[in-house]
Structure formats: structure tokens, C-alpha cells
């Protein structure tokens, strides 16, 4: 049985920690705290087996922009490239990570624990 190659995977989603801004939202120790860090990996790990296309329909969304002000409670962090293309992923309820996307790249910008990156009304309300 044959193995392939690193170069099989490509087209699967990685995750990268670059762009963190901690000032925002929650910090990796606050994660690790609450019990949320591990829940985070277990979906990182999950969806680092997804194409994109696997992943938008697994509640990984694409918004492009960074949402209007109305709309968040973040801004838009100076070491963030102003044409990033803005998405996040759920991790559980409403815990989720926030950042942008290039290529096959995540770049994960914000710990969002309680989904103030891309405000919206609760499903059912």
C-alpha cells in the first residue's frame, strides 16, 4: 500500500497563528483556563482534514470584509493585511476563531468565546 506524497495534502486546510492578536477578544492562556483550548484543537485537528469546500459546508464561513462596526466588537488589527479575506470557523456553541483565509491558510487572528466577531441574531429568536 502506498503512503503518496507530502504533496497529496495540499489541498487541505492549515492553520497558522502568525496574525494572533491577543488585545482582542480572548488569549490562549484565558482559552486554556476555560477548559476551551482543547475543544479547539480537537476542531482544528478535524477540519485540517477538510478541502475549503469540505469546510464552508462544516461551519467554516467565508464573509470576505471585516464585518462593519455595527456588526463586531473587534477592529481590525494593524498587522492584518487590509485586503484579508475574512472568515471563521464554530469550535462549539458559540465559541469561535476568527481570521483570515489565503489560499489553504487559516490565519487565525481572534479567540472569540462568545461569537462578537460577526454579530448575529440567535437561529430561533
Known amino acids: ?6 504533496y497529496d495534502v495540499d489541498n487541505k486546510l492549515s492553520f ?3 496574525h ?7 488569549s490562549i492562556k484565558e482559552w486554556e483556563n476555560a ?10 485537528c478535524a477540519y485540517s482534514t477538510m478541502t475549503l469546500p469540505e469546510a464552508q459546508r462544516n ?5 470576505n470584509d471585516f464585518p462593519p462596526a455595527n456588526k463586531t466588537d473587534f477592529v481590525h ?10 472568515a471563521s470557523m464554530h469550535i462549539n456553541g458559540p465559541v469561535c476563531l476568527a481570521g483570515h483565509i489565503v489560499g489553504t491558510i487559516f490565519y487565525i487572528v ?6 462578537r466577531f460577526w454579530i448575529t441574531k440567535l437561529k430561533g429568536t
Open 35 to 44: 477548559s476551551m483550548l482543547g475543544e479547539a484543537l480537537k476542531t482544528l
Open 110 to 115: 481572534f479567540l472569540d468565546p462568545k461569537h
Open 59 to 63: 461551519r467554516f464561513t467565508i464573509y
Open 1 to 6: 500500500m502506498s503512503r503518496g506524497s507530502v
Open 20 to 26: 494572533l492578536d491577543e488585545e482582542q477578544g480572548s
Open 16 to 18: 497558522s497563528f502568525r
Open 77 to 86: 488589527p494593524k498587522h492584518v493585511p487590509p485586503d484579508a479575506q475574512w
